[in-house]
């Protein structure tokens, strides 16, 4: 099976803005999660999605927005930018609540 | 807010050395991950944890779980280059937090020198 695809890999945003990232899980996984990780702050949950539903939600404010799709795929949207958004934004899926996380590469957001 | 402190944060050592990172924190886990993060690459679960005071062994890395499930240990035996990279702990289930989420420390960087 294909790993877990994020798109696109490196973004450079100017503050104020607002981007998309999008992630595409292993095939028959209906659970996404999203992390942002720093160097200051390491992994830090935004949300999880399963079968086209919000199950968790981090402690980030309202500008970090995301959704699934009915074929799994996820977006997430982060309105606003600001120059602390810089991070890699991690996606991850799994068939099971119950199951290990398969992490994709990431996406490498740089707001300048 | 539940904590995953590990130490250290960052490691440098010889090629052949042995090492230890440890994870703890105030909480009760239900489980406890590793993963393994390369450069440009997203974490890769290396081990999960489940009883207090379990060991496991995958080949010269060994895990330990805390008797109290609030704590863990990562040790390496004749570290290799290729085990450069940043080694994550992350509790499953803490209080707090919602079934099977997964809290992670932020991370010891490894750097194994040839």
């Known amino acids: 099976k294909a790993g877990v695809t994020q798109t696109p890999r490196y973004l450079i945003k100017t503050r104020g803005q607002q981007v998309t990232l999008s992630c595409s899980p292993i095939?028959?996984?209906?659970?996404v999660s999203w992390y942002q990780q720093t160097p200051g702050q390491g992994l830090q949950f935004l949300f999880e999605?399963?079968?086209?539903?919000?199950?968790n939600k981090g402690n980030f404010p309202g500008r970090f927005s995301g959704r699934q799709f009915s074929n799994s795929r996820s977006e997430m949207n982060v309105s606003t930018l600001e120059l602390g958004d810089s991070a890699l934004y991690l996606c991850?899926?799994?068939?099971?609540?119950?199951?290990?996380?398969?992490f994709g590469p990431g996406t490498r957001l740089t707001v300048t | 807010t539940q904590l995953l402190e590990q130490s250290p944060q960052f490691l440098s050592i010889q090629e052949g050395e042995n090492l230890t990172v440890y994870c703890n924190s105030s909480?009760?886990?239900?489980?406890l991950q590793w993963y393994r993060q390369e450069p440009g690459e997203g974490p890769v679960l290396l081990v999960t944890?489940?009883?207090?005071?379990e060991v496991k062994k995958l080949k010269r890395l060994t895990f330990q779980f805390g008797d109290a499930r609030k704590d863990s240990s990562l040790h390496i035996t004749a570290a290799q280059p290729g085990d450069t990279g940043l080694y994550l702990c992350?509790?499953?289930?803490?209080?707090?937090?919602?079934?099977?989420?997964?809290?992670f420390g932020k991370g010891t960087k490894l750097s194994v020198i040839p």
């Open positions: 991850a899926s799994r068939d099971d609540p119950r199951a290990h996380r398969n």
């Open positions: 992350a509790g499953v289930g803490g209080s707090g937090a919602g079934s099977y989420q997964l809290t």
């Open positions: 999605y399963f079968s086209e539903t919000q199950r």
């Open positions: 095939s028959g996984h209906r659970s």
């Open positions: 909480s009760v886990f239900s489980s």
């Open positions: 944890v489940v009883t207090g005071g």
